[in-house]
């Protein structure tokens, strides 16, 4: 009889909620709205995140979250501050426009890179859990960096695997595993996944699940390696869990020795 | 008139509430997931109607968009 795995026995607790999936994904640079509707449901993600923006004002029609809400939980960013100060001001206004104390919080110094400005990071976490949103910081691959995170009283720590869209992967797994397992709190890999494979590595690495965006939705096909993307998760989750055979030097025979012919 | 600062660009209007101001940028006040912060303070839907916009405010209309 095949065991399954139900996922209710592994779920993801973040804050006071709980999730079956691991992966979390974003809503935008799909080709078009239906796409974007497909993939993110292919990839089985309950958590998607959003940005807050000016309104359009030439503009009209229906909002992302028109499409999105009801069905995922929402998750609004502050992706576009450079300081503490406007992440602060992003975080109040998304908190106002979808009643949510959720954030995922982004803090940029750099344009080329989107590389986290860890400075301003730690102030304005500090000062968001301070108003009692439940913090989820974008973060470099730093122990001591995620750690202080932590400390502060962030819901999860999200360390990038490489730059944002960039789709190098994990590109230091020995960080990763070390704020694994410094951390209790949820680990998530939030940037730079570029492929299935980048996925499952970061959960074989212990991960708690794993925040992507462009690599599916800039895909050559955003709903297949939605589904891609899934398995890779449940996947490596699985794998982690299972406890893996140790790398080593000299092989280890898989077929019995003893009555061989020809012995 | 006011002369006013929306989502970054001056503009003069003959405005006095945040509903008012709305509607003049042809925004809806009705309309669902908007946020509006004046000089850096968020004020809620609740007080559109209320809030004054002053000469030389600074006044932020958002709602959500796609994103990472």
Not at chain 1, 23 to 46: C, E, H, K, R, T
Request: glycine fraction near 8%.
């Amino acid at each position: 009889m095949q065991r399954m795995y139900s996922p209710l026995e592994d779920a993801l607790t973040i804050a006071d909620k709980t999730f079956t999936s691991r992966l979390l994904i974003g809503s935008a640079q799909y080709p078009n709205n239906q796409v974007m509707l497909d993939a993110i449901a292919a990839s089985g993600a309950q958590i998607v995140t959003v940005a807050i923006r000016r309104v359009d004002l030439a503009g009209g029609g229906e909002t992302v979250l028109d499409l999105l809400e009801g069905d995922y939980h929402i998750l609004p960013n502050t992706a576009g501050c450079y300081t503490a100060k406007d992440a602060l001001l992003t975080a109040e206004l998304a908190r106002e426009a979808l009643k949510t104390n959720w954030i995922k919080l982004e803090v940029i110094g750099d344009r080329e890179t989107l590389y986290p400005d860890v400075e301003h990071l730690l102030a304005a976490a500090a000062e968001m859990v301070r108003r009692g949103f439940i913090v989820m910081p974008y973060c470099t691959d730093d122990p001591i960096t995620c750690r202080k995170l932590a400390d502060l009283g962030c819901a999860a720590v999200m360390p990038l695997g490489s730059p944002i869209g960039s789709g190098m992967g994990i590109l230091n797994p020995y960080n990763i595993e070390i704020i694994r397992a410094e951390n209790s709190i949820p680990v998530i890999v939030d940037a730079g996944i570029g492929t299935a494979s980048d996925a499952a590595f970061a959960m074989e690495l212990g991960c708690d699940g794993v925040l992507l965006a462009s690599a599916v939705s800039r895909a050559h096909d955003p709903v297949r390696m939605a589904t891609a993307m899934r398995h890779a998760v449940e996947g490596g989750r699985h794998a982690f869990r299972a406890g893996r055979i140790p790398r080593k030097r000299h092989a280890e025979a898989s077929s019995p020795q003893k009555g061989v012919i020809g012995t | 008139m006011s002369r006013i600062r929306i989502n970054g660009e001056k503009k003069s209007l003959d405005v006095s509430t945040v509903d008012e101001l709305l509607r003049a940028e042809a925004v809806d006040p009705a309309a669902r997931f908007v946020a509006v912060a004046i000089n850096g303070e968020v004020i809620p839907r609740g007080r559109w109607d209320s809030e004054r916009v002053k000469d030389g405010d600074d006044v932020e209309i958002v709602r959500p968009a796609p994103g990472g």
